[in-house]
C-alpha cells in the first residue's frame, strides 16, 4: 500500500509527475543540501573565515558525496531534522583535519531552507515552461476558433450565443496572470537562508553578513535583509500559487467534462478512458483528474499556510507542515500541468454539434436580442414581458421564437435577421482581440 499517489506505480503516471518527483524525494533534497553545505565552505574558505585547504576539502567531498536517505533515517527521526546526521557523514567523510569546519556557524534551517531554495528554482522553471506552453495552446483555440459560434451557458443554462474562440480566450487570462505572479514572488521566494542558530549570525561574529551575502552570491540566490527562519510568507506564497494554477486549471477540465458529455457533445477530448463494462464511453479521464488535482490542492493550502504562525525565532511544530504539503502539492501542479496540455493537444471542437445545439433552442437562446430589438419600439419592460409570454409557448409547441413574435406584435423588425446566432455575438470577436494582445504581452515580459 502506497500513502500517497504521488509515489503509487499504479496512480503517477495521472495524478503525479516523475519529473518533478525526483526534484522533491530524499536524494534530491539530500543533493542540494550536500551542495549548500559545499558552497558555505567555498565562500568561508575565500573570505578566511575557515582554512582554505579545509574548504576545498569540504565542497570537493560535499559535491561528489551521495548519502543514502535510509542511512540517516534513525539520525533524523531523533532530531525530527536529518542536518545533524548529514553533518556526522559529511564530517566522517572528509577526515579529520577538516571535519571540524564542516558546517561553520550555520543552523540546521540554513542549509535545509536554503537547500529547498534551491529545488524550488528548477522546479518553478519547469513549471513556468509548461504553463506557457499551455497558455500558448489556448491561445490558438482561442484565435482558430474566434467565429466558432457556441452557447454560453449560464447555471447550467443555454444564456447567449457566445464562441468557443472567447471561452478558450477566457481559460488562458487567468493562467497568464499566474505567470506575471510567479514572476513577482521569484524575488521574494528565490533568497538564500543564514542565520545561524538565533538568527543573528553570532557564531561568525562580525563577518556573519559577510559571510551571508558571498553564499547568496555563490548559490546565485537573493540576500535578504535579515534571516527569514520564522518568516515563511514566502513559502506560504508559493502554496497559494500553486492552487490558483491547479484551480484555474480545474476550471478548464469542468468545463471540457460538460462539453463533452453525450447529451451536449460539442468537444471531444481526442483521448480517454474505457469502462469496464461499457464499449460506447470514452471517460473524460484527464479532465476530471484536472478537477480532482484542484480541490486537493485547495484543501492543503490551509495547512500550509498554518506553518505561517511559527513559535519566536524558530519554532519545530509549523515547520514540518511545509514538509507535509508543499511536495504534494508541487506534485499536483506538475501533473495539472501536463495534463491539461495532453488534453488540450488531443481537443476536437465539433462545430456541427455547437451549431445543432444552437438549433435546438429553436430561438429561446435570442430571447435578449429579441427584447432589446423590440425595446427600440416600445418599453424594454414591456418588450420582455412580450418576449417572456413568446418563450412559454414555444417551450409548450414547436414553434420558433422569432415566428410566435413576428405573429404578436407588428413591430417591423428584420426577423429572419434576428434568427441568426452569429448576429449576436457582440464584442466577441474584438474580445478575443484584447486577451490574445495581454498573452502576446504576458509571453514578451516572461520570455
Request: hydrophobic share 50%; charged share 20%.
Amino acid at each position: 500500500m502506497t500513502v500517497s499517489l504521488f509515489d503509487s506505480e499504479l496512480y503517477g503516471g495521472l495524478f503525479s509527475d516523475r519529473e518533478i518527483v525526483a526534484l522533491l524525494d530524499d536524494r534530491a533534497r539530500l543533493r542540494a543540501m550536500l551542495d549548500v553545505e559545499a558552497a558555505l565552505a567555498r565562500v568561508q574558505g575565500r573570505l578566511g573565515v575557515i582554512p582554505p585547504e579545509a574548504a576545498a576539502r569540504i565542497a570537493e567531498v560535499a559535491e561528489s558525496l551521495d548519502l543514502n536517505p535510509a542511512a540517516l533515517a534513525a539520525g533524523t527521526a531523533s532530531a525530527g531534522i536529518p542536518i545533524p546526521a548529514l553533518v556526522a557523514a559529511l564530517r566522517e567523510a572528509v577526515g579529520a583535519e577538516a571535519g571540524p569546519y564542516v558546517h561553520w556557524g550555520a543552523t540546521s534551517q540554513d542549509i535545509m531552507d536554503t537547500g529547498l531554495v534551491l529545488r524550488l528554482r528548477d522546479l518553478l522553471d519547469r513549471l513556468d515552461r509548461r504553463l506557457a506552453g499551455v497558455i500558448q495552446s489556448l491561445a490558438a483555440l482561442a484565435e482558430e476558433h474566434r467565429s466558432t459560434v457556441m452557447a454560453a451557458r449560464t447555471r447550467s443554462q443555454q444564456a447567449l450565443p457566445t464562441t468557443f474562440g472567447l471561452k478558450a480566450a477566457g481559460w488562458a487570462l487567468p493562467l497568464a496572470r499566474h505567470r506575471e505572479r510567479l514572476a513577482q514572488l521569484r524575488p521574494r521566494l528565490l533568497v538564500v537562508q543564514f542565520g545561524g542558530a538565533a538568527g543573528t549570525l553570532a557564531a561568525l561574529g562580525e563577518r556573519g553578513i559577510e559571510v551571508m551575502e558571498a553564499l547568496a552570491g555563490e548559490l546565485d540566490l537573493a540576500v535578504p535583509p535579515a534571516p527569514w527562519h520564522s518568516q515563511r510568507d514566502g513559502i506560504a506564497e508559493l502554496a497559494a500559487w500553486f492552487a490558483l494554477v491547479t484551480g484555474s486549471l480545474g476550471k478548464i477540465g469542468e468545463d471540457l467534462v460538460l462539453l463533452a458529455q453525450s447529451e451536449v457533445g460539442e468537444i471531444a477530448l481526442g483521448f480517454g478512458g474505457s469502462s469496464s463494462t461499457l464499449p460506447q464511453k470514452t471517460n473524460p479521464v484527464a479532465a476530471e483528474a484536472l478537477v480532482t488535482l484542484a480541490r486537493f490542492n485547495a484543501g492543503l493550502l490551509t495547512p500550509a499556510t498554518e506553518a505561517l504562525v511559527q513559535a519566536q525565532e524558530r519554532g519545530g511544530a509549523a515547520w514540518p507542515l511545509e514538509w507535509l504539503t508543499l511536495p504534494q502539492m508541487a506534485a499536483a501542479t506538475g501533473a495539472a500541468l501536463r495534463l491539461a496540455a495532453e488534453t488540450l493537444n488531443g481537443l476536437v471542437v465539433d462545430k456541427a454539434r455547437m451549431t445543432a445545439n444552437l438549433e435546438a433552442s429553436r430561438g429561446l437562446i435570442l430571447a435578449e436580442a429579441a427584447s432589446f430589438a423590440l425595446a427600440e419600439h416600445m418599453p424594454l419592460p414591456e418588450a420582455q414581458s412580450l418576449v417572456k409570454a413568446a418563450c412559454t409557448e414555444v417551450g409548450l409547441s414547436s414553434h420558433h421564437l422569432m415566428d410566435l413574435l413576428a405573429e404578436k406584435t407588428d413591430t417591423p423588425l428584420d426577423w429572419a435577421s434576428l434568427r441568426d446566432p452569429a448576429d449576436y455575438l457582440g464584442s466577441a470577436d474584438r474580445l478575443v482581440d484584447r486577451v490574445l494582445a495581454v498573452l502576446r504581452a504576458t509571453a514578451d515580459r516572461n520570455s
